[in-house]
């Protein structure tokens, strides 16, 4: 496995993120070498939810008002329904994914993740995947869709579903490696 010692890598996620789609990248990065921060809109710990029901709290490195991208390497979007519905209406969370963007570092994202991304205009002209359900709306916003494990276009990197995690978060070591 490659080496990303020394990068530091933000999770940004709320309450109703799909469990496995932070817990398990945020595993791979840190086997990997990565420090990792879980940026949230509020303090504390926010609430995960597992496949049907909720799952386990994950505690919040930073609130969004005290991170800065400028101090990341790269950052990566959970899906699950819940998680980022409740993000695309936080100004404060799509300013931080623009700015990921405007400064070409590494954002991927996952599942439903990749919604925050219509929001922030990272989506236009990118060829990304996602849950099947998004497809359309990544479509509308100008993306090329594809159905694949992984996809990375430049700097932006999506997954379909959790069987994906093993090669999203791969191709997430891959980028910063």
């Known amino acids: 496995m490659a080496s990303i010692q020394g990068k530091t890598i933000a999770i940004l996620a ?3 993120f799909e469990q496995v789609e932070l817990t398990e990248p945020k595993k791979g990065l840190e086997q990997a070498g990565a420090t990792v921060h879980v940026i ?6 926010i609430k995960g939810w597992n496949k049907t029901d909720w799952g386990d709290s994950v505690k919040v ?4 008002d005290a991170a800065n991208a400028a101090d990341y390497d790269a950052l990566v979007l959970p899906g699950g329904q819940i998680n980022p519905d409740k993000l695309r209406l936080e100004e404060k969370a799509i300013d931080f994914i623009r700015q990921f963007a405007a400064a070409d570092k590494t954002i991927a994202a996952i599942c439903h993740g990749p919604w925050t991304l219509i929001d922030a205009g990272v989506a236009r002209g990118k060829t990304m995947t996602s849950f099947p359900s998004i497809k359309n709306d990544l479509i509308n916003a ?3 869709w594809q159905d694949r494990e992984v996809q990375v276009d430049g700097k932006v990197i ?8 093993p090669a999203f978060t791969q191709a997430v070591i891959d980028a910063l490696a």
């Open 61 to 64: 490195d930073r609130t969004l």
């Open 158 to 165: 999506t997954s379909r579903k959790p069987d994906d995690i």
């Open 142 to 144: 100008g993306a090329t």
């Open 14 to 16: 709320t309450d109703g």
């Open 40 to 45: 949230a809109p509020k303090d504390g710990e």
